[in-house]
Protein backbone atom coordinates (compact mmCIF):
# COMPACT_ATOMS: atom_id res chain seq x y z
CA UNK A 1 0.00 0.00 0.00
CA UNK A 2 1.31 3.58 -0.67
CA UNK A 3 1.50 6.89 1.30
CA UNK A 4 -0.05 8.87 -1.31
CA UNK A 5 -0.43 12.80 -0.43
CA UNK A 6 0.37 11.63 3.24
CA UNK A 7 1.35 15.30 4.65
CA UNK A 8 -0.15 17.45 1.61
CA UNK A 9 -3.11 18.54 3.54
CA UNK A 10 -3.74 22.81 2.25
CA UNK A 11 -3.70 25.91 4.29
CA UNK A 12 -7.18 26.67 4.61
CA UNK A 13 -8.67 30.12 4.72
CA UNK A 14 -11.18 30.11 7.66
CA UNK A 15 -14.68 30.47 5.42
CA UNK A 16 -12.77 27.21 3.90
CA UNK A 17 -12.99 25.16 6.59
CA UNK A 18 -16.14 23.23 6.96
CA UNK A 19 -14.93 20.09 8.58
CA UNK A 20 -12.50 19.28 11.25
CA UNK A 21 -8.66 19.76 10.14
CA UNK A 22 -7.15 16.49 8.61
CA UNK A 23 -4.20 15.30 11.08
CA UNK A 24 -3.24 12.99 8.89
CA UNK A 25 -2.47 15.39 5.81
CA UNK A 26 -1.24 17.79 8.68
CA UNK A 27 -4.11 20.47 6.93
CA UNK A 28 -3.77 23.94 8.72
CA UNK A 29 -6.27 26.79 8.76
CA UNK A 30 -4.87 30.64 8.38
CA UNK A 31 -6.50 31.34 11.99
CA UNK A 32 -4.80 34.93 12.09
CA UNK A 33 -3.67 36.51 9.04
CA UNK A 34 0.47 35.10 8.69
CA UNK A 35 0.20 32.46 11.34
CA UNK A 36 -1.33 28.52 10.39
CA UNK A 37 -2.72 27.10 12.98
CA UNK A 38 -2.73 22.69 13.42
CA UNK A 39 -4.69 19.91 15.09
CA UNK A 40 -2.92 16.44 15.34
CA UNK A 41 -4.91 13.66 17.02
CA UNK A 42 -3.98 9.96 16.83
CA UNK A 43 -4.11 6.97 18.77
CA UNK A 44 -2.18 4.32 21.35
CA UNK A 45 -4.02 0.68 20.86
CA UNK A 46 -2.69 -1.18 23.88
CA UNK A 47 -3.94 -5.30 23.80
CA UNK A 48 -0.53 -6.93 26.01
CA UNK A 49 -1.94 -8.12 29.17
CA UNK A 50 -0.45 -7.51 32.48
CA UNK A 51 2.28 -10.39 32.16
CA UNK A 52 4.06 -8.39 29.76
CA UNK A 53 3.69 -4.94 31.13
CA UNK A 54 7.51 -4.18 31.28
CA UNK A 55 7.16 -4.13 27.34
CA UNK A 56 4.84 -1.68 27.37
CA UNK A 57 6.26 1.77 28.46
CA UNK A 58 6.28 3.68 25.50
CA UNK A 59 4.49 4.22 22.84
CA UNK A 60 4.43 5.88 18.99
CA UNK A 61 0.69 7.74 18.25
CA UNK A 62 -1.01 6.63 14.74
CA UNK A 63 -2.36 8.80 12.80
CA UNK A 64 -5.49 7.19 11.09
CA UNK A 65 -6.14 6.99 7.22
CA UNK A 66 -8.53 8.59 5.99
CA UNK A 67 -9.16 5.44 3.69
CA UNK A 68 -11.25 3.28 5.53
CA UNK A 69 -11.04 0.19 3.58
CA UNK A 70 -8.10 -2.00 4.60
CA UNK A 71 -7.64 -3.91 2.22
CA UNK A 72 -7.21 -1.62 -0.60
CA UNK A 73 -6.03 1.65 0.96
CA UNK A 74 -4.46 4.20 -0.64
CA UNK A 75 -2.85 5.61 2.47
CA UNK A 76 -1.62 3.64 5.01
CA UNK A 77 -1.53 5.15 8.63
CA UNK A 78 0.88 6.83 9.91
CA UNK A 79 2.67 5.39 12.64
CA UNK A 80 3.90 8.70 14.22
CA UNK A 81 2.99 11.84 15.25
CA UNK A 82 4.94 14.77 14.25
CA UNK A 83 5.12 18.93 14.62
CA UNK A 84 6.01 20.23 11.19
CA UNK A 85 8.55 23.02 11.97
CA UNK A 86 12.55 24.05 10.80
CA UNK A 87 14.76 27.07 11.70
CA UNK A 88 12.98 29.18 8.93
CA UNK A 89 9.57 28.37 10.22
CA UNK A 90 9.50 27.43 14.04
CA UNK A 91 6.35 25.23 15.53
CA UNK A 92 4.82 26.40 18.87
CA UNK A 93 2.74 24.26 20.38
CA UNK A 94 0.32 25.78 22.67
CA UNK A 95 -1.80 22.58 23.69
CA UNK A 96 -1.59 18.85 23.89
CA UNK A 97 -4.25 16.48 25.41
CA UNK A 98 -4.73 12.71 26.42
CA UNK A 99 -7.51 10.81 27.25
CA UNK A 100 -8.73 7.02 27.55
CA UNK A 101 -11.37 5.75 24.56
CA UNK A 102 -15.01 4.76 26.06
CA UNK A 103 -17.53 2.92 23.90
CA UNK A 104 -20.40 5.56 22.83
CA UNK A 105 -22.42 4.95 24.18
CA UNK A 106 -20.50 3.08 27.33
CA UNK A 107 -20.87 -0.58 27.28
CA UNK A 108 -21.45 -0.59 23.15
CA UNK A 109 -24.81 -1.56 21.62
CA UNK A 110 -25.87 -5.10 21.51
CA UNK A 111 -26.57 -4.48 17.79
CA UNK A 112 -23.22 -3.86 17.02
CA UNK A 113 -21.05 -7.23 16.48
CA UNK A 114 -17.77 -5.58 18.00
CA UNK A 115 -18.95 -3.91 20.46
CA UNK A 116 -17.67 -3.44 23.56
CA UNK A 117 -14.09 -2.61 21.92
CA UNK A 118 -12.62 -0.33 24.59
CA UNK A 119 -11.12 -1.20 27.73
CA UNK A 120 -9.83 -0.11 31.06
CA UNK A 121 -5.88 0.30 30.86
CA UNK A 122 -3.86 -1.35 33.94
CA UNK A 123 -1.14 0.39 35.43
CA UNK A 124 0.05 0.86 38.62
CA UNK A 125 -1.60 2.80 40.97
CA UNK A 126 0.12 6.74 41.29
CA UNK A 127 2.05 6.04 38.15
CA UNK A 128 1.11 8.26 35.13
CA UNK A 129 1.31 8.07 31.31
CA UNK A 130 2.42 11.06 29.78
CA UNK A 131 1.83 13.08 25.91
CA UNK A 132 4.60 14.82 25.14
CA UNK A 133 7.54 15.38 22.41
CA UNK A 134 10.10 13.01 22.47
CA UNK A 135 13.91 12.97 23.11
CA UNK A 136 15.70 10.36 21.46
CA UNK A 137 13.07 7.80 23.17
CA UNK A 138 12.44 9.58 26.02
CA UNK A 139 10.25 12.21 27.57
CA UNK A 140 11.31 16.29 28.51
CA UNK A 141 8.81 16.17 31.03
CA UNK A 142 7.28 19.39 32.66
CA UNK A 143 10.54 20.31 35.00
CA UNK A 144 9.16 21.88 38.99
CA UNK A 145 11.01 25.25 37.11
CA UNK A 146 10.35 25.70 33.60
CA UNK A 147 12.35 27.57 31.42
CA UNK A 148 11.28 26.45 27.73
CA UNK A 149 7.30 26.39 28.33
CA UNK A 150 6.98 22.30 28.72
CA UNK A 151 3.50 22.52 30.37
CA UNK A 152 1.90 24.07 27.31
CA UNK A 153 2.94 20.36 25.07
CA UNK A 154 2.22 17.88 27.75
CA UNK A 155 -0.96 16.16 28.98
CA UNK A 156 -1.26 13.67 31.30
CA UNK A 157 -3.25 11.02 33.12
CA UNK A 158 -2.75 9.15 36.83
CA UNK A 159 -3.36 5.68 37.22
CA UNK A 160 -6.12 5.34 40.49
CA UNK A 161 -6.77 1.53 41.86
CA UNK A 162 -4.83 0.32 39.44
CA UNK A 163 -6.50 1.60 36.61
CA UNK A 164 -6.78 4.43 33.84
CA UNK A 165 -10.41 3.80 33.76
CA UNK A 166 -12.17 4.67 30.28
CA UNK A 167 -13.35 7.79 29.97
CA UNK A 168 -10.57 9.54 31.37
CA UNK A 169 -9.09 12.92 30.33
CA UNK A 170 -7.03 15.28 30.70
CA UNK A 171 -6.47 18.76 28.96
CA UNK A 172 -2.83 20.80 28.65
CA UNK A 173 -0.82 20.79 31.52
CA UNK A 174 -0.38 24.63 31.66
CA UNK A 175 -3.86 25.12 30.25
CA UNK A 176 -4.05 27.76 28.12
CA UNK A 177 -0.35 29.51 28.05
CA UNK A 178 -1.79 32.85 27.79
CA UNK A 179 -0.62 35.54 30.53
CA UNK A 180 -3.11 36.10 33.43
CA UNK A 181 -1.28 37.60 35.82
CA UNK A 182 2.55 38.24 37.65
CA UNK A 183 3.85 38.91 40.73
CA UNK A 184 4.78 42.27 41.69
CA UNK A 185 8.28 41.87 40.58
CA UNK A 186 7.69 39.55 37.27
CA UNK A 187 9.39 36.82 38.49
CA UNK A 188 10.53 33.87 36.29
CA UNK A 189 8.22 31.54 37.74
CA UNK A 190 5.04 34.15 36.25
CA UNK A 191 6.15 32.87 33.32
CA UNK A 192 6.06 29.30 33.97
CA UNK A 193 2.32 27.94 32.21
CA UNK A 194 2.56 31.18 30.25
CA UNK A 195 5.16 30.35 27.17
CA UNK A 196 4.31 28.27 24.19
CA UNK A 197 6.90 25.45 23.42
CA UNK A 198 8.51 26.54 20.27
CA UNK A 199 10.55 23.66 18.31
CA UNK A 200 12.78 23.99 15.43
CA UNK A 201 12.85 20.83 13.43
CA UNK A 202 10.52 18.20 12.74
CA UNK A 203 9.68 16.96 16.26
CA UNK A 204 7.49 13.45 17.16
CA UNK A 205 4.73 13.43 20.26
CA UNK A 206 4.72 9.93 22.08
CA UNK A 207 2.89 8.68 24.95
CA UNK A 208 5.13 7.27 28.06
CA UNK A 209 4.70 5.12 31.04
CA UNK A 210 6.58 7.38 33.81
CA UNK A 211 6.79 8.02 37.80
CA UNK A 212 6.68 11.68 37.78
CA UNK A 213 5.64 14.12 34.98
CA UNK A 214 8.76 15.80 35.69
CA UNK A 215 10.54 12.63 34.84
CA UNK A 216 13.00 12.86 31.82
CA UNK A 217 13.32 8.58 31.40
CA UNK A 218 10.57 6.22 30.51
CA UNK A 219 10.28 4.45 34.25
CA UNK A 220 6.90 3.49 34.98
CA UNK A 221 6.36 -0.26 35.59
CA UNK A 222 4.24 -0.79 32.06
CA UNK A 223 1.00 -0.62 31.25
CA UNK A 224 -1.78 -3.57 30.30
CA UNK A 225 -5.44 -4.65 29.65
CA UNK A 226 -7.01 -7.27 31.70
CA UNK A 227 -6.70 -10.90 30.92
CA UNK A 228 -11.05 -10.97 30.30
CA UNK A 229 -10.60 -8.08 28.09
CA UNK A 230 -7.95 -9.54 25.75
CA UNK A 231 -9.73 -12.71 25.68
CA UNK A 232 -13.12 -10.79 24.43
CA UNK A 233 -10.87 -8.88 21.65
CA UNK A 234 -10.89 -5.57 23.04
CA UNK A 235 -8.31 -3.03 23.37
CA UNK A 236 -7.48 -0.44 25.57
CA UNK A 237 -7.14 3.62 23.22
CA UNK A 238 -5.26 6.33 24.27
CA UNK A 239 -6.28 8.85 22.78
CA UNK A 240 -4.01 12.05 22.06
CA UNK A 241 -4.12 15.61 20.51
CA UNK A 242 -1.82 18.13 20.08
CA UNK A 243 -2.12 21.59 18.67
CA UNK A 244 0.34 23.42 17.21
CA UNK A 245 1.01 27.30 15.44
CA UNK A 246 3.63 28.29 13.06
CA UNK A 247 4.22 31.55 11.01
CA UNK A 248 3.06 31.10 7.07
CA UNK A 249 5.21 31.13 4.13
CA UNK A 250 6.86 34.25 3.31
CA UNK A 251 4.66 36.72 1.29
CA UNK A 252 5.26 36.10 -2.77
CA UNK A 253 4.70 38.10 -6.00
CA UNK A 254 1.77 35.61 -6.81
CA UNK A 255 -0.22 37.60 -3.97
CA UNK A 256 -0.40 40.74 -5.63
CA UNK A 257 0.74 40.02 -9.95
CA UNK A 258 -3.12 39.39 -10.42
CA UNK A 259 -3.43 43.13 -9.35
CA UNK A 260 -0.75 44.80 -10.68
CA UNK A 261 -0.79 46.56 -14.23
CA UNK A 262 1.69 45.82 -16.37
CA UNK A 263 1.31 46.06 -20.15
CA UNK A 264 -0.69 43.53 -22.19
CA UNK A 265 -3.08 42.92 -19.41
CA UNK A 266 -6.49 42.97 -19.75
CA UNK A 267 -7.15 46.54 -18.20
CA UNK A 268 -3.26 47.08 -18.16
CA UNK A 269 -1.45 49.69 -20.28
CA UNK A 270 1.04 49.56 -23.44
CA UNK A 271 1.97 53.06 -23.01
Not at 160 to 167: D, E, K, R, Y
Not at 178 to 203: G, H, L, P, Q
Not at 225 to 242: L, M, N
Amino acid sequence: MATYKSNAGAILQPGNQINKLSSFNSEGVLGWPGIELFEQIGYVKVTNVAADKASFKSFSITVPSPDRRVSDRVRDDRTSLVVNASAARPAYVYGASIAIAQDDPAGGLASFPASPITADLGGTTGVLILLGPDNSGSPIGVPATQLLGNAAAHSSLTASSSLFAQGASDTTTGDVPFWTSVTATIERADAANSMMYKVTADTTFKVYNVDAITGTSVNGDGVFISADDSTAGRAAYIVCRVNYLRPATAVAWSDVSSLVDFASQVGGTDS
